[in-house]
């Protein structure tokens, strides 16, 4: 009895066994099928830049930039090699100008890098341009703002002059206005004149005096005397 059960034991030991080893032994191919196909991936694109690199020697600059750019959004699929597009850029010295044009994509790409698990040393050449970039950015910002805010102060000026001499203006065509008799009269108040002596001098009456100078408080748009004196001795 005891032989029977140690061997149903055994038995059943070695089939489960058998299938946890067997599980064990896909799932390991499994993981190696995907690494295999990763670094087949990557060397495949290693290889189809590197070829593309080689088509690029004759052109010119501007040429190189713009198929470099189309080449590694379009045609590359990994990571890796984007950021190995873009140090080829930076060699050529046009990933400033790259960045310029197309800020956001530059954006999302370094915050795939961040998000991945290349080393940030690989990709902080990048996160310094960028940096630059938003400096840049910041005092094109700055510059024109002093720009406009200086347009805007000429704009105040010449509004601010054009309304001086427009009441000027006015002024001169309000003096221009008074008779010869009421220029006479004003003179004279301005001389320190009372209106009979005002009426002596011009040999006139003295209501005709008070007529004329309530002529010229009309004319000049004041009330007093002291407006008149205040008016004119500026």
Do not use: P, W
């Not at 046009?94 to 040393?121: A, M």
């Not at 940096?131 to 002093?146: A, D, F, H, Q």
């Amino acid at each position: 009895m005891k032989k029977y059960i140690l061997l149903i034991i055994l038995i059943g030991f070695k089939l489960f066994g058998q299938d946890n080893t067997e599980n064990i032994a896909i799932e390991e191919s499994s993981n190696t099928d995907n690494i295999n196909q990763n670094v087949n991936l990557v060397s495949n694109e290693k290889q189809k830049f590197n070829n593309f690199k080689k088509s690029l020697k004759s052109v010119t600059s501007e040429e190189y930039l713009n198929k470099m750019r189309i080449y590694s959004k379009d045609s590359l699929k990994t990571l890796a090699i984007k950021l190995l597009s873009i140090k080829e850029l930076k060699e050529k010295k046009l990933l400033q100008k790259d960045i310029l044009l197309n800020s956001d994509y530059y954006i999302r790409l370094l915050d795939e890098l961040k998000s991945s698990k290349i080393n940030n040393t690989e990709y902080f050449f990048l996160e310094k341009e960028l940096n630059n970039y938003n400096l840049i950015r910041i005092k094109n910002k700055y510059t024109i703002s002093v720009i406009i805010n200086f347009i805007l102060g000429i704009i105040a000026l010449i509004l601010f002059y054009k309304t001086y001499l427009t009441k000027y203006q006015k002024k001169i065509l309000k003096i221009e206005e008074l008779s010869v008799q009421e220029k006479n009269i004003k003179n004279l108040i301005l001389s320190g004149k009372s209106n009979k002596e005002i009426a002596a001098e011009l040999f006139i009456s003295l209501n005709t005096v008070k007529t004329h100078i309530t002529n010229i408080y009309n004319k000049l748009n004041i009330s007093n005397r002291k407006d008149l004196i205040t008016k004119f001795q500026k």
